[in-house]
């Protein structure tokens, strides 16, 4: 591969995105909590791992942020990275297929909500591939945190993280962007492409669903598409990525955008798309930063409670639509740490999905003392309050004036904890 600096048409496409349960108990488990000047991370991986993975995010975003200041890097909720130590203990907290199994496929995950964001991941194998996870993750973090991940399609979110999944830095100055896939190539020079009329149309429920081999297609085409769009045709379709996006997110068909934006059918695209993955040689950048991406000495540790790395995970899987589970994970963690703000609230929550709104009210009830208590806890609890005086329809004759004055109380709070 060879490389060149950095071009206009790199940074037009980065501007573009300007207990009863089968989870096992953590008993045995250490757990460590990780904070850098940007992340908070939280594992029961080493903490030598858990620190690495630090340091590679921060190099990472550092990068973007030198090449393109105005992305979205800060979230308006927090973001919590958990770095699992294996395979085995990662996989009760991956996604599940529709048989009720983890997607074996995934070495990684991105899940935004209203109240958190997790990046999940696991350290086993190579490290190579560990931090692929760890770029790939972070770019959906990005993704979302700029534009909203419903509004991007899942081809281009995937095809861009796995773009840039492929960043290497040699001696913490030099930084190389849009390597090669082997892996990703391999499978497209020995399987047929996905019509581009079904390739477009997969949305995110249906890739989650997908097997691994079939995911494993979808994002090797996603890849070499995305690949092929930057650097294909000496980089001149990558100014026709903004006007698919555009048209796209103005709620124009897959292929009404396609056609308008890049001026070819979509069976001229998949012919370019061949010819492209069929070549021996592909393009990369190289950029080298004047001082060296180093983050080591701002980077804290501590040890965790196994109550808070429970309140964590069963925030996690609440998050998943796994209740029963996250209720187990959620149990443990106030049977030891009965007044943990996180245990409380996401407690609160799981009763409030099941319509059992005596209990939530209890578990808010915890939570919103806290002086750490987020916008969502206080507005929960001014919710379940205005229940408390509802018919068997719906319907409320009148409230009295201590709820009345709780739920104004509680509300005010939520809008002075975020005015939006």
Known sequence: ?????????????????????????????????????????????????????????????????????????????????IVFRNEKAFRPYKPQSADGKAAKWVAGYFSPREDANY?????????????????????????????????????FNEGLAEYYDQFSIEGDIRVNLGDLNNNHLYTLQNTKLIPLQQFFSVDYFTLNQQGSHSANIFYAQSWALMHYLIHGKGGNRANEINAYLNAIGKGETPESAFRAAFKTSFEEMEKELRRYVGQSAYKGFQITFKNKLV???KIKTEPMSLAAANAYLGDLLLGSGRIEEAEARLAESLAAEPDNILANSTMGMAKMR???????????????????????????YAYVLSREAMDGNGWVANYSDEAAQTIRESLRKAIAANPN
């Open 354 to 380: 099941q319509r059992k709104f005596a209990d939530a009210k209890g578990f808010l009830e915890k939570a919103r003392r806290a002086e750490t208590a987020g916008h969502l806890v206080h507005y929960r």
């Open 119 to 155: 990046i999940v991941l696991s350290t086993e194998g190579e490290s190579k591939q560990t931090y692929q996870t760890i770029y790939h993750e972070y770019i959906h973090y990005l993704v979302n945190n700029s534009f909203g991940r419903s509004k991007v399609p899942p081809w």
């Open 295 to 297: 983050f080591d000495d």
């Open 1 to 81: 591969m060879t490389h060149k600096s950095v071009p206009q048409r790199l940074l037009i496409v980065l501007f573009v995105f300007v207990a009863a349960f089968a989870i096992p108990a953590l008993a045995q488990d250490k757990w460590t909590s990780v904070r850098s000047t940007n992340f908070h991370l939280i594992g029961d991986a080493k903490e030598a791992e858990i620190r690495r993975v630090a340091t590679r995010l921060e190099q990472f975003r550092e990068v973007f942020v030198q090449l393109l200041p105005s992305l979205k890097y800060s979230s308006p909720v927090p973001t919590t990275v």
